[in-house]
């Protein structure tokens, strides 16, 4: 079964850049939106950013100015550019894509800003 993979997480300073990647085990065909989303502790996973296959992008409130997305279409990946990172952006991030109505998610990678 395909599955996604996340990579790039860590350990950082607030103020500080990380840069999350996102693959597949395999070939999804189809997919037309991919999207990086975030589980804070003790709150509900939220989508923090997405791209559409036409390169479309969005932002939560929280993240905009600070996170960009982008992809690779022939390759189904993903990355997720953090900047200026906060002690609130701690977090396990979880990448997802869709094909169809059939939703791919990876298993997380956690990261966590702190001085």
């Known amino acids: 079964q395909v599955q996604l993979a996340e990579s790039g997480g860590g350990l950082v300073q607030p103020g500080a850049s990380l840069r999350l990647s996102c693959a597949s085990s395999?070939?999804?065909?189809?997919?037309?939106?991919m999207g990086w989303s975030r589980q804070r502790p003790g709150q509900q996973r939220e989508l923090v950013a997405s791209?559409?296959?036409?390169?479309?992008?969005n932002y939560s409130d929280s993240v905009k100015g600070r996170f960009s997305i982008s992809r690779n279409n022939a390759l189904n990946t993903a990355t997720l550019q953090m900047n200026l990172l906060q002690p609130e952006d701690t977090a396990v991030y979880y990448c997802?894509?869709?094909?169809?109505?059939?939703?791919?998610w990876g298993q997380g990678t956690q990261v966590t800003v702190s001085s």
């Open positions: 997802n894509a869709y094909s169809g109505n059939t939703e791919f």
């Open positions: 395999g070939k999804i065909a189809g997919i037309w939106a």
């Open positions: 791209i559409l296959d036409s390169g479309y992008t």
